[in-house]
């Protein structure tokens, strides 16, 4: 009987970490390669199940830009709710910091003063498809050092659905580095760095001045009136009146300008992307469930 009972246990044991594999966790795919500022990225969660821890983190690093102090992160919209959330943001090489944010008819604010290192913290929960805007603003420590920010969304998941798009769009980075993470339950779903590239000016082309033609240089003549009606004498026919002549001037050109487009220094790493265990892993853990079973039901038959 003791034999039968460990030779179970042993089975179980064996099979136990397989079957737990195959439950697939969360997963993030974020994106794209590269953005100019003002434009969007986008986060394609999968699997966030409820209980699930799910902190999101945007780091932007850039050059300090003349006269503007304040960096926009917008259209944030969760298809489920984070509990017990916090909002925040950490700001490098800054003398002041705050972050407002926005959703709906509401806001909240926070602000804090130091020397170099400053966070931001809101306690705030997260709700279903509702639209949030985070605005960061900041005094600047030292202008001729590079500035770093960091946004975070942290809560605990609940609803229904289990997957999510988000497409925020980035403002006021100029050009510089984006580093989207998200975690769950503290461990990386998914990662990406994506370039911030200066937008290139586009130039209006020259508008085309438009030439009136001359007019028709036409001559009519009238027909001449007889004198008097008794004159058997035929009038002249009228003479042809002269073809107008066609302006020779050439037709005035516009010249549009090229416009280039500068690549990414740096090609963005592919996410890695969570996937399941392999068909063979499966198997083998039927295998021996199957085998348990069998062996069970002989020893219980002996």
Do not use: C
């Not at 944010?101 to 279903?128: F, H, Y």
């Amino acid at each position: 009987m003791a034999s039968r009972s460990a030779f179970r246990a042993l089975l179980v044991l064996i099979a136990l970490p397989l079957l737990i594999a195959v439950a697939p966790g969360a997963s993030a795919v974020i994106g794209p390669g590269a953005i100019a500022d003002q434009g969007s990225i986008y986060l394609n969660l999968s699997n966030v199940t409820n209980g699930t821890v799910l902190n999101t983190t945007v780091t932007a690093v850039f050059a300090p830009a003349p006269g503007v102090t304040w960096l926009n992160l917008t259209n944030w919209n969760y298809p489920f709710a984070l509990q017990a959330g916090r909002l925040g943001v950490s700001g490098q090489n800054v003398n002041r910091l705050t972050l407002f944010v926005r959703t709906g008819g509401a806001s909240l604010t926070g602000v804090r003063t130091g020397a170099g290192n400053i966070s931001v913290e809101i306690p705030a929960d997260i709700q279903p498809f509702t639209f949030y805007d985070f605005r960061i603003g900041y005094e600047i420590h030292n202008p001729n050092a590079p500035l770093a920010f960091t946004l975070y969304q942290r809560g605990t998941k609940a609803g229904p659905v289990t997957e999510g798009n988000l497409t925020p769009s980035v403002i006021g980075v100029g050009e510089g580095n984006l580093t989207v993470s998200v975690l769950a339950n503290g461990t990386s779903v998914g990662s990406r760095v994506i370039p911030v590239l200066k937008a290139v000016p586009v130039t209006a082309p020259a508008p085309v001045n438009a030439t009136t033609p001359p007019p028709e240089n036409t001559t009519t003549t009238a027909p001449e009136t007889p004198s008097s009606p008794q004159s058997t004498t035929a009038p002249s026919a009228p003479p042809t009146p002269a073809m107008a002549t066609p302006s020779t001037s050439p037709l005035p050109t516009a010249t549009i300008p090229a416009v280039t487009a500068t690549p990414p220094a740096v090609p963005a790493a592919a996410p890695a992307e969570a996937t399941g265990p392999s068909p063979f892993i499966i198997g083998f853990a039927a295998i021996i469930v199957i085998g348990a079973a069998i062996a069970d039901y002989l020893l219980l038959k002996d």
